[in-house]
């Protein structure tokens, strides 16, 4: 199989990360989407993949940064002539966002001009997508794949959950952390996996700024623990991902992110802070996300 990076990047508009989206393309050609972030459609079409062939999302939660592409991928792909209906699984609310997003919400007006084309009420349904709101165990299996999926720590549950996951297809084990604190099921679910693409938010020099200056360091994993996950985990392969914009060069995040990141210590160099400490305790296979990385299993 083929695991695209299309989005490695986090809550902030970054010139140079799409928001969090990972494609997994099976030796037969059948493609399955892991969140939505904004600018993800867009790195399909760059990575050389039709929006309208990917039939299948998995949302591992409800934040922006995940799911803020989805209205695009939808409309666009609908415009790109998808037969059929998309599949969307997710936590409970995705129903909800996806009711309020096409024909009875946001793009009302747009989808009811469009169909006046017969070319585009011929596939209308492209615009219906059809909502599993999922819950912790087998999710999903079909004749290629089977797909776990457990709550990790990120979202109050009592609002909705974040899944982390674990998908076997090919003979191979590939994990997804969504968001998350270290977590005894993201452990579980990424045991002996031959990758694991886990979120690597903060690296630690950001996140003692951010308990210091009193913005808390919310629920992810920095590299010492990133590592430590790994190395529990006894995976194969790591990639690090969803990062917190540290890396950065951009004078517009520097600006307009001062009150809440060190922006000072933004640079490329802490991806090499990020790489150290996660070899601190994790010895095997490492690669730091880039957008439109592609990693062959
Ligand atoms: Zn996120």
Known sequence: MKITMLGTGAALPDPDRAQSSILVTLENGKNYLFDCGEGSTRQMVKANINPADVPWVFLSHLHYDHV?????????????????????????????????????????????????????QKNIEAVRPEVFEVEPGLMYEDEDVKIY????????????????????AEGKVVAFSGDTAPCESMIRLAQDADLLIHECTFPESFLKHRAESGVGTFAHTSPLQLGEIARKANVKSLV??????????????????????????????????????IRKSYKGDLRLATDLMRIDL
């Open 240 to 277: 690090a991902t969803h990062f917190g914009h540290y890396d950065s060069t951009s004078p517009v995040i520097k600006r307009a992110a001062g009150n809440h990141l060190p922006v000072d210590l933004m640079g490329p160099e802490r991806l090499d802070e990020v790489a150290r400490d």
């Open 149 to 168: 999926i457990d709550v990790v720590d990120h979202i109050p549950t009592e609002i909705t959950d974040c899944f982390g996951i674990r998908m076997e």
């Open 68 to 120: 803020c592409g989805l209205p695009f991928f939808v409309l666009s792909s609908w415009v790109f002539n998808r037969e059929g209906k998309l599949k969307v699984f997710g936590p409970k609310g995705t129903q909800d966002f996806v009711d309020h997003s096409f024909e009875n919400g946001a793009f009302r007006v747009d989808i009811q001009a469009r169909a006046a084309y017969p070319a585009r």
